[in-house]
């Protein structure tokens, strides 16, 4: 389980990059508003995200469209929810709004190994082959 865990979190790493690179070219190369090259920045980000995590659970041979699903639903829900517990941890601990930084690496992080993590293990779980019976 470190292993699918590490692989996922390297996924996770190169998704970030992915995003931020492209967030960047957006921005410095093309010009555009950063409010609009969000958007196309995070989908690049998920896109990664989501072949990144088909790797790290082995589960290249599994349905893609289904997987692409399932993977959507959870992160939206993860979106709700990081959002809605970074807000709650700086009206909680006020004095942590200088280090809003370290609080979304914490919820993110957090919402990673208790929501996302475990539930892509159920959409990206490789699908049996039939056992060959006498």
């Given at each position: 389980m470190f292993k699918t865990v590490a692989r996922s979190g390297v996924a996770g790493i190169a998704a970030t990059a992915s995003d931020v690179a492209t967030l960047t070219l957006l921005v410095k190369?093309?010009?555009?508003?950063?409010?609009?090259?969000?958007?196309?920045?995070?989908l690049v980000g998920a896109i990664v995200n989501f072949i990144g995590n088909r790797y790290a659970f082995r589960a290249a041979n599994g349905g893609a469209?289904?997987?692409?699903?399932?993977?959507?639903?959870?992160?939206?829900?993860?979106?709700?929810?990081?959002?809605?517990?970074?807000?709650?941890?700086?009206?909680?601990?006020?004095?942590?709004?200088?280090?809003?930084?370290?609080?979304?690496?914490?919820?993110?992080?957090?919402?990673?190994?208790?929501?996302?993590?475990?539930?892509?293990?159920?959409?990206?779980?490789p699908k049996r082959r039939p056992s060959a019976q006498s």
């Amino acid at each position: 389980m470190f292993k699918t865990v590490a692989r996922s979190g390297v996924a996770g790493i190169a998704a970030t990059a992915s995003d931020v690179a492209t967030l960047t070219l957006l921005v410095k190369l093309f010009g555009l508003d950063p409010r609009a090259a969000n958007v196309p920045a995070l989908l690049v980000g998920a896109i990664v995200n989501f072949i990144g995590n088909r790797y790290a659970f082995r589960a290249a041979n599994g349905g893609a469209a289904q997987q692409a699903v399932g993977y959507s639903i959870v992160e939206l829900v993860a979106l709700g929810l990081n959002g809605v517990l970074y807000e709650l941890v700086l009206r909680v601990v006020p004095q942590t709004g200088a280090m809003f930084w370290l609080v979304r690496l914490v919820v993110s992080c957090a919402v990673f190994l208790g929501w996302s993590y475990p539930l892509w293990r159920r959409v990206f779980r490789p699908k049996r082959r039939p056992s060959a019976q006498s």
